[in-house]
C-alpha cells in the first residue's frame, strides 16, 4: 500500500477536524472574501452542530433506504416476487424522477418544516442505486455455487442469508455509497425548509453575498463526501478480498 495515499487522507481529515472544531482559526484563510466588514466565518450556529445534524440526516435517510431496498430486491429476485420487478422498479425510480426540491415542495404541508420533509427527500433519491446494485449483485451469483449450496442441504433461507447476501455484498455496498455520496450534497437543499445542516452556511452565504461563507459550507460537505467515498470504498474492497474477489 503506497504511503502517501493514506497521508493525504489524514490530512485532509485532520484539517477537516480542525476547521469545523475551531473554525476560527482560518479566518485569515476567508478574510480576504469578505466585502464591508463582513464576518469572515459563519457565527450564526456551530459549524460543529450543523455538520453532525447534516450527517444524522444522510446517514438516516440511507440506513432507510438499505432496508427497504434491499429487502425488495431480495423480494423480486424470489421466484414469488419476479413479477412484481417492472412495479418495484417504478417506485424506487420516484426519487430519481422527481427532484428533492419537488418532493420538499410536496412534503412540508404533510409533515411541516424542519428535517422530516428533507428525509424524505433524501428516503426517496437514496433508493435507486441500492435497489440496483442488490438486483445485480443477487442476479450475478453463480447458478453453479446455488446448486453446490442445495446440494448440501441448504433451504432457500439459508442459501440467501449463507451464500447469496454476503456473495452480492460488495455490489451492494457500492450501491450504499453511491447513495450516501449523492445525499451528501442533496442535504444541503434541506436549509430551504429549516432543516439544519451545512446548507444553512451556503444559503447564509448566498442571501448575504458572502463569499467566504458559501466556500466553507461547499468545502465541508466536499471534504465530507471524498472522505465518507473513500472510506466506504476501502470497506468494500476489504469485503471483496474476504471473498476472495
Do not use: C
Amino acid at each position: 500500500m503506497k504511503l502517501w495515499p493514506v497521508i493525504a487522507r489524514i490530512a485532509a481529515l485532520m484539517l477537516l477536524v480542525t476547521f469545523i472544531v475551531a473554525p476560527q482559526l482560518f479566518a485569515f484563510v476567508f478574510e480576504p472574501l469578505t466585502e464591508h466588514g463582513a464576518p469572515a466565518i459563519y457565527n450564526q450556529s456551530s459549524l460543529l452542530s450543523l455538520t453532525l445534524s447534516h450527517l444524522r440526516t444522510v446517514f438516516g435517510a440511507v440506513v432507510a433506504s438499505t432496508i427497504i431496498a434491499v429487502l425488495l430486491g431480495v423480494f423480486v429476485t424470489r421466484p414469488s416476487g419476479i413479477e412484481f420487478l417492472p412495479l418495484s422498479r417504478s417506485l424506487v425510480n420516484i426519487g430519481q424522477t422527481f427532484p428533492p426540491v419537488a418532493v420538499l415542495a410536496v412534503a412540508v404541508p404533510l409533515v411541516g418544516f424542519g428535517e422530516a420533509p428533507t428525509f424524505i427527500a433524501l428516503f426517496l433519491y437514496g433508493l435507486l442505486p441500492i435497489f440496483e446494485n442488490t438486483l445485480s449483485g443477487l442476479t450475478q451469483v453463480s447458478p453453479l455455487t446455488l446448486e453446490a449450496a442445495k446440494g448440501m442441504g441448504m433451504n432457500p433461507r439459508r442459501r440467501l442469508f449463507e451464500v447469496e447476501l454476503p456473495l452480492a455484498l460488495p455490489v451492494i455496498l457500492a450501491g450504499i455509497r453511491l447513495s450516501v455520496v449523492i445525499n451528501l450534497g442533496t442535504a444541503t437543499i434541506g436549509s430551504t425548509v429549516a432543516a439544519k445542516g451545512l446548507g444553512e452556511v451556503i444559503i447564509a452565504g448566498l442571501q448575504s453575498n458572502n463569499v467566504a461563507f458559501i466556500l466553507q459550507g461547499g468545502l465541508v460537505v466536499a471534504l465530507l463526501a471524498a472522505l465518507i467515498h473513500d472510506a466506504l470504498m476501502t470497506l468494500e474492497r476489504a469485503v471483496a478480498r474476504r471473498l476472495g474477489r
